[in-house]
T-cell receptor
Framework: KAGVTQTPRYLIKTRGQQVTLSCSPI?????VSWYQQTPGQGLQFLFE???????NKGNFPGRFSGRQFSNSRSEMNVSTLELGDSALYLC????????????FGPGTRLTVL | QKEVEQDPGPLSVPEGAIVSLNCTYS??????FMWYRQYSRKGPELLMY????GNKEDGRFTAQVDKSSKYISLFIRDSQPSDSATYLC???????????FGSGTQLTVLP
């Protein structure tokens, strides 16, 4: 069974630009969560999507948004990039039951110059 | 104060040692407790998953949860150099999906 895939793996942008990251969950999983990982703040929850609906949202500004498609693939968008947005963005895939745990992808490393 | 506190280390042990990793937390609503292992430049990999208090064993790994003390532990027996990684504790309330992570402990097992 294929794992969680994230594209692209590496990305370099400049301040003020916007970026879109993509995540394909494990086959059959309908929940996709996004996390930001930085050396200073660690891993922080961004939001979760289930069946195309955002169910939970972390404490991030509105510049961070996402969506999920009918095939469960998810995209995350960050507008008006800031230097502090440089991070590893991780996507996690979960099954139907909310008590089931999540499986993480390899992440997209975003560098903002 | 963070909701989940974890000693960042680094922790260095000889091969074969027993490793003890710990996290404390302040949110009494946490019910689901997990340990993830993260190698450099990789995503976190689930090691152990526990609901509520108690112990769980899987091979060389044992997870303990003490909700009365708000304290969780991961023990690694017969540690191997391949165990060298960052270990992250994570926990959540009613759903296992919105996880709150500790800052991670960097472990090195020396051959």
């Amino acid at each position: 069974k294929a794992g969680v895939t994230q594209t692209p793996r590496y990305l370099i942008k400049t301040r003020g630009q916007q970026v879109t990251l993509s995540c394909s969950p494990i086959s059959g999983h309908r929940s996709v969560s996004w996390y930001q990982q930085t050396p200073g703040q660690g891993l922080q929850f961004l939001f979760e999507y289930f069946s195309e609906t955002q169910r939970n949202k972390g404490n991030f500004p509105g510049r961070f948004s996402g969506r999920q498609f009918s095939n469960s693939r998810s995209e995350m968008n960050v507008s008006t990039l800031e230097l502090g947005d440089s991070a590893l963005y991780l996507c996690a895939s979960g099954a139907r039951d909310p008590t089931d745990t999540q499986y993480f992808g390899p992440g997209t490393r975003l560098t903002v110059l | 104060q963070k909701e989940v506190e974890q000693d960042p280390g680094p922790l260095s042990v000889p091969e074969g040692a027993i490793v003890s990793l710990n996290c404390t937390y302040s949110n009494s609503a946490f019910q689901y407790f997990m340990w993830y292992r993260q190698y450099s430049r990789k995503g976190p990999e689930l090691l152990m998953y526990t609901y509520s208090s108690g112990n769980k064993e899987d091979g060389r790994f044992t997870a303990q949860v003490d909700k009365s003390s708000k304290y969780i532990s991961l023990f690694i027996r017969d540690s191997q150099p391949s165990d060298s990684a960052t270990y992250l504790c994570a926990m959540s309330e009613g759903s296992a999906r919105q996880l709150t992570f500790g800052s991670g402990t960097q472990l090195t097992v020396l051959p």
